[in-house]
């Protein structure tokens, strides 16, 4: 594997239920993201976290968890969402180098969330 | 604070034909400066970005983009399109040592054979 992946690639689930999306990178990051994606809106930054630090929460619904257990793996903890949450969630990752953010950042395929 | 305009959210070409996107951008201090590429049911790619130096950046695929500060523009060129072209282009800024990307809205190319 190569790169980041996100899995799964699609996601269907009810307002009810409780999921989990999963990010992995592959480069050697230490930096990883969270994005939303929603038709005819700019990309909305949700989470960052450096060095499995969370070090920015656009101020996100709780509905939304995130978790970084190592600096390879990201998650997206999902609950009682809102058919407005369904979107492209993306995943990225970038190395940043002693505080010197502002580099390119490697995107996933995303995952497309629908709520029913 | 910082902000990017994408002018047009969406643009027609003709296969051969020059492409311009345009990429206006906001910051208080000089910075770091991305054009993004995305295919159908794909993520965002690189295609070229701008530090320091050069102000005229070349890409991948053929894309190159100029950083005029004067006019606080990131311009996005291809001298002729191809048809494998048509995909969403992003324009993005972030500030040195900040985290904190921002992305335009999003360009949508398409190209007419």
């Known amino acids: 594997e190569t790169g980041v992946t996100q899995t799964p690639r699609h996601l269907v689930m009810g307002m009810t239920n409780k999921k989990s999306l999963k990010c992995e990178q592959h480069l050697g990051h230490n930096a990883m993201y969270w994005y939303k994606q929603s038709a005819k809106k700019p990309l909305e930054l949700m989470f960052v976290?450096?060095?499995?630090?969370?070090?920015e929460n656009n101020s996100v619904p709780s509905r939304f968890s995130p978790e970084c257990p190592n600096s390879s793996h990201l998650f997206l903890h999902l609950h009682t969402l809102q058919p407005e949450d369904s979107a492209l969630y993306l995943c990225a990752s970038s190395q940043e180098r002693g505080g010197l953010w502002g580099t390119e950042a490697f995107f996933g395929q995303g995952t497309r969330l629908t709520v029913v | 604070a910082q902000s990017v305009t994408q002018l047009g959210s969406h643009v027609s070409v003709s296969e051969g034909a020059l492409v311009l996107l345009r990429c206006n951008y906001s910051?208080?201090?000089?910075?770091?400066l991305f054009w993004y590429v995305q295919y159908p049911n794909q993520g965002l790619q690189l295609l070229l970005k701008?530090?320091?130096?050069?102000?005229l950046v070349k890409g991948i695929n053929g894309f190159e983009a100029e950083f005029k500060k004067s006019e606080t523009s990131f311009h996005l060129t291809k001298p002729s399109a191809h048809m494998s072209d048509a995909a969403e282009y992003f324009c993005a800024v972030s500030p040195p040592g900040g985290f904190k990307t921002i992305f335009g809205a999003g360009t949508r190319l398409f190209v007419k054979a």
């Open positions: 701008y530090t320091t130096g050069a102000t």
């Open positions: 976290y450096s060095l499995e630090e969370r070090v």
């Open positions: 910051s208080s201090v000089p910075p770091y």
